[in-house]
C-alpha cells in the first residue's frame, strides 16, 4: 500500500460533517425542531454543556492526542512496512477521532434544534481534518519523531 491508496481510503472520513451537516439541513426542511421537549430545563443544559465542551475538548486537544497515539503506534517499527502500517491506522484514528466533534455538534443539534451549533461543529471538524491529511512529509516527520531507530 500507498499514500496515495490510503487517500482514497479517508475520503469518507474527510466528508463525514459535510454528510452530518446536509442530514441537519433535511431535518430542518422537514420542520425538524427538538427531540427534547423542554432543552432549556436543567438536566438538559447539563448535557447540552457536556457535548458542547466534548466537541472544543477534542478540538483543544487533539495535537496532545496525536503525540500519545503517536508514541504508542510508532514504538519499536524497524522495517518501513511496519512505519507505513502503523501512519495509516494513526491516520485513521486521528480523523475519527476529529469526527467526534462533528458528532457532539449533531447530539447537540437533536437535543435542541440549534442548526448553528451543528454547522460550526462540522465546519472546525472539517477544517481539523486537514492537519492530518496523509502527505509524504508528514509521514516522514512522524516516523523521524516517534520511530526508534
Known amino acids: 500500500m500507498n499514500l496515495r491508496n490510503l487517500k482514497f481510503r479517508i ?69 518501513i512496512d511496519e512505519k507505513i502500517n502503523s501512519y495509516y491506522n494513526y491516520t485513521f484514528i486521528m480523523l475519527s477521532f476529529l469526527n467526534l466533534i462533528s458528532v457532539s455538534g449533531f447530539i447537540g443539534f437533536l437535543i435542541c434544534g440549534n442548526f448553528a451549533w451543528l454547522t460550526t461543529f462540522s465546519i472546525i471538524n472539517f477544517l481539523s481534518l486537514f492537519s492530518y491529511f496523509p502527505t509524504e512529509k508528514r509521514f516522514k516527520s512522524k516516523v523521524e519523531t516517534f520511530s526508534s531507530e
Open 11 to 79: 475520503v469518507p472520513l474527510l466528508l463525514f460533517p459535510l454528510f452530518l451537516i446536509l442530514i441537519g439541513k433535511i431535518l430542518i426542511l422537514k420542520n425538524f425542531s427538538s427531540l427534547v421537549e423542554n432543552y432549556e430545563e436543567e438536566r438538559m443544559k447539563i448535557v447540552q454543556s457536556f457535548f458542547y465542551f466534548l466537541g472544543l475538548a477534542i478540538f483543544f486537544f487533539c495535537n496532545g492526542f496525536s503525540d500519545f497515539v503517536s508514541k504508542k503506534l510508532f514504538l519499536n517499527k524497524k522495517n
